[in-house]
């Protein structure tokens, strides 16, 4: 099975700007996670979203949002730029089901810069 | 509420060492526990999980781990470091909500 792929996985954006990162999960899984990972803050859980619902969601503002389509890619949104919005962001899959001992699987992750 | 603490940022070994990464956690149900490996500019990649089936946890390239829920921990462990072992491990915990919660990750240097 090909695993998680993220596209694009570098983007320079400037402040103000919005951006779109997208996530393809392995084939099967329902369940995609995104995670925002810098240097000052570490690995933080954003949200999860399961058949196209967002079942949790991280302490983070509503300048970042997400969807899911029905075939379970996934796409993240953030708004109005800020300079410490730049970080790596990770996408992870599992299928979803109901207990939390679902292994996730991560991408490679896309690098956002902005200036 | 859930947390994870790993006790060292940085951990320096000698090749053909062993390796201990140290790992406390928090977590208000029975947890799920994980242990990922980060090398440099690369996704996670998981090591090995603890899903309540046995205390001592084997996973890929010689790496265990042991919970145990009287100290609240759950190390990892290699008998043996190789060149190819640097990198950066993150202990991970998972509650019922399935939401990861990351520690602040540990370095390992192996030198030659």
């Known amino acids: 099975k090909a695993g998680v792929t993220q596209t694009p996985r570098y983007l320079i954006k400037t402040r103000g700007q919005q951006v779109t990162l997208s996530c393809s999960p392995i084939?099967?899984?329902?369940?995609v996670s995104w995670y925002q990972q810098t240097p000052g803050q570490g690995l933080q859980f954003l949200f999860e979203?399961?058949?196209?619902?967002?079942?949790n969601k991280g302490n983070f503002p509503g300048r970042f949002s997400g969807r899911q389509f029905s075939n379970s890619r996934s796409e993240m949104n953030v708004s109005t730029l800020e300079l410490g919005d730049s970080a790596l962001y990770l996408c992870?899959?599992?299928?979803?089901?109901?207990?939390?001992?679902?292994?996730?699987?991560f991408g490679p992750g896309t690098r956002l810069t902005v200036l | 509420a859930q947390s994870v603490t790993q006790l060292d940022s940085h951990v320096s070994v000698s090749e053909g060492t062993p390796v201990l990464l140290r790992c406390n956690y928090s977590?208000?149900?029975?947890?799920?526990l994980f242990w990922y490996v980060q090398h440099p500019n690369k996704g996670l990649q998981l090591l090995l999980k603890?899903?309540?089936?046995?205390?001592l946890v084997k996973g890929i390239n010689g790496f265990e781990a042991e919970f145990k829920k009287s100290e609240t921990s759950f190390h990892l462990t290699k008998p043996s470091a190789h060149m190819s072992d640097a990198a950066e491990y993150f202990c991970?915990?998972?509650?019922?909500?399935?939401?990861?919660?990351f520690g602040s990750g540990t370095q390992l240097t192996v030198l030659p």
């Open positions: 991970v915990v998972s509650g019922s909500a399935r939401q990861l919660t």
């Open positions: 992870a899959s599992s299928d979803g089901g109901g207990n939390s001992y679902n292994e996730q699987f």
């Open positions: 603890y899903t309540s089936a046995a205390t």
């Open positions: 084939s099967g899984h329902r369940s």
């Open positions: 979203y399961f058949s196209e619902t967002q079942r």
């Open positions: 977590s208000s149900y029975s947890p799920s």
